[in-house]
């Protein structure tokens, strides 16, 4: 029997792409079907080293072109993680079976306007498995997976010489798509202080100024390597830590495949949308604070520039101390 050919569509973003890889891998391995990824462009290095998806095909700009070029592939079957209107043409244009994962946008849309929680406690990698079970997979239980480019080894050494790491730190992952999801720079400056050991801060090129403003508050300091990584090292510097200190971002996710600790801090979103640090096999390695007597969460399903009742308490009324215990006890 000749084996399927399958494509899985997910646009974005980095979080968004790495909880899709539990699909992937019981695909592969209880389907025994070769799978690709329909992605953008920026999002394409992510699973480059992931050995369940055997071909990445980058979103052109021109629907008919990218059509063009699914087209001669010859998919047998699609799975869209997606599920909006771009995937839907893609479909539609490639004129064969296909699922699609429930997004449960109604429930979300109460949750944010009204208050009203209908969202089944279902995280969303439950979900996305959902979609592919025609094909005959189920969860395999082994959560996310990351892998790392084969030079890891030399990557560490470079980087642990190259930016003076120590033996035992800290990371903090300082950015997040939106304002509203970002830690803020005192409460991080607060957060470095009161840990006493080691603190590195992970982020990306926007974050750079972010990043200095923590390193002005923070009376001890630490080592500020925002800006200069790529999300291979970033993804190192994250598994060589003792904790990973994060709000509800794509790196946390990328932390939860690597099987890390993680205090994971959570603003205007909720835990309930099904997106919370995803470790069936390692259960109690995350730990979450959220202000969940706060009656204005969540605002959104994603996240603001500005918090739209000014106050921004869900972060501002963050008790450090209590975030510093809970990553104390991993440390421990």
């Known amino acids: 029997m000749a084996k399927q050919k399958l494509l899985v569509i997910r646009f974005s973003s980095i979080g968004d792409i790495i909880l899709t890889t539990p699909v992937f891998r019981c695909l592969v391995e209880q389907a025994g079907a070769e799978v690709h990824l329909l992605t953008k462009s920026s999002m394409s290095g992510l699973l480059a080293s992931n050995p369940y998806v055997a071909q990445i095909q980058v979103l052109q700009e021109d629907f008919r072109s ?192 690597r099987k890390k600790p993680i205090v994971s801090i959570w603003g205007n979103t909720v835990p309930q949308f099904g997106m919370y640090p995803y470790m069936p096999t390692h259960p109690n390695s995350y730990i979450i604070y959220e202000q969940e007597a706060l009656s204005c969460r969540p605002c959104s399903k994603i996240g603001f520039e500005t918090c739209p009742k000014g106050h921004f308490k869900c972060m501002l009324d963050m008790d450090i101390r209590a975030v510093v215990e809970k990553i104390q006890a991993f440390i421990d």
């Open 66 to 257: 990218t059509l063009s070029m699914l087209k001669a592939e010859g998919y047998d079957y699609v799975v869209d993680l997606q599920n909006n209107l771009r995937s839907h043409r893609f479909t539609a244009g490639l004129k064969m079976p296909y699922s699609r994962v429930n997004k449960l946008n109604i429930r979300k849309w109460l949750l944010v306007n009204t208050k009203i929680d209908r969202m089944p406690d279902v995280h969303i990698v439950d979900r996305y498995l959902a979609a592919a079970a025609p094909l005959g997979v189920k969860n395999d239980n082994q959560g996310l997976d990351y892998y790392l480019p084969d030079d890891e080894a030399s990557l560490i050494e470079e980087m642990t010489l190259e930016y003076h790491l120590p033996p035992s730190y800290v990371a903090i992952v300082i950015g997040a798509a939106h304002n509203t999801k970002q830690i803020p720079v005192d409460k991080i400056a607060q957060i470095v202080d009161g840990l006493q050991v080691p603190t590195v801060l992970v982020g990306g090129p926007s974050d750079t100024e972010k990043a200095e403003k923590i390193m002005a508050e923070s009376t001890i300091g630490c080592i500020n390597l925002v800006g200069r990584l790529s999300i291979d090292q970033s993804a190192i510097i994250l598994d060589r830590s003792m904790v990973v200190v994060t709000s509800d971002t794509g790196m946390m996710h990328i932390a939860a495949a």
